[in-house]
T-cell receptor
């Protein structure tokens, strides 16, 4: 009965490939986020969506494209993967823009 | 730009000892959060501090907030091995869409 789920949990791929990470929340929340945790454990916001509308788009390369088909899903598509994209990507959701955020289990992406 | 600084970044302490982790932030924020992360796991919310002078306690952990000093502390009392983890503080701001701005984390190791 996972509140925020991500698939896959692990993703190993080669440079230049395109891949997607999926996030789903069953909490009925309006707002969803993507955070990136690098190899030094530093966490940084990438995107946030509220009611399927993009709210935050931090200085992320345009190879990264979030897509929110509905309020329960926020997927992350990455084109032309680079070595520096290797990280753990966390999805989170909150009841609304000001609500407490709940994190998914993370997706560990390794680009070789 | 909102900056969040934690110290120390690494902490090794003996069981039974007390210690404090500090979190400074650079501009007025709406809320301050403390999270725990175990290796390979997601972020677990520990505390949400909303106002000046707020103090919250859970077991051996106590968090406090001084908004005038822009300082939060996470105090560990009589540490036990199970507290070994990485602890993050984070702040959010209304004018940045309530995205979380994280400190670099404090890696805590509690030894016998």
């Amino acid at each position: 009965d996972t509140a925020v789920s991500q698939t896959p949990k692990y993703l190993v791929t080669q440079m230049g490939n395109d891949k997607s990470i999926k996030c789903e929340q069953n909490l009925g929340h309006d707002t969803m986020y993507w955070y990136k945790q690098d190899s030094k454990k530093f966490l940084k916001i990438m995107f946030s969506y509220n009611n399927k509308e993009l709210i935050i788009n931090e200085t992320v390369p345009n190879r990264f494209s979030p897509k929110s088909p509905d309020k329960a899903h926020l997927n992350l598509h990455i084109n032309s993967l680079e070595l520096g994209d290797s990280a753990v990507y966390f999805c989170a959701s909150s009841r609304d823009l000001a609500g407490e955020q709940y994190f998914g289990p993370g997706t560990r992406l390794t680009v070789t | 730009e909102l900056k969040v600084e934690q110290n120390p970044l690494f902490l090794s302490m003996q069981e039974g000892k007390n210690y404090t982790i500090y979190c400074n932030y650079s501009t007025t924020s709406d809320r301050l959060y403390w999270y725990r992360q175990d290796p390979g796991k997601s972020l677990e919310s520990l505390f949400v501090l909303l106002s000046n002078g707020a103090v919250k306690q859970e077991g051996r952990l106590m968090a406090s907030l001084d908004t005038k000093a822009r300082l939060s502390t996470l105090h560990i009392t009589a540490a036990v091995h199970d507290l070994s983890a990485t602890y993050f503080c984070a702040v959010d701001m209304r004018n940045s869409g309530y995205a979380l701005n994280f400190g670099k984390g404090t890696s805590l190791l509690v030894t016998p």
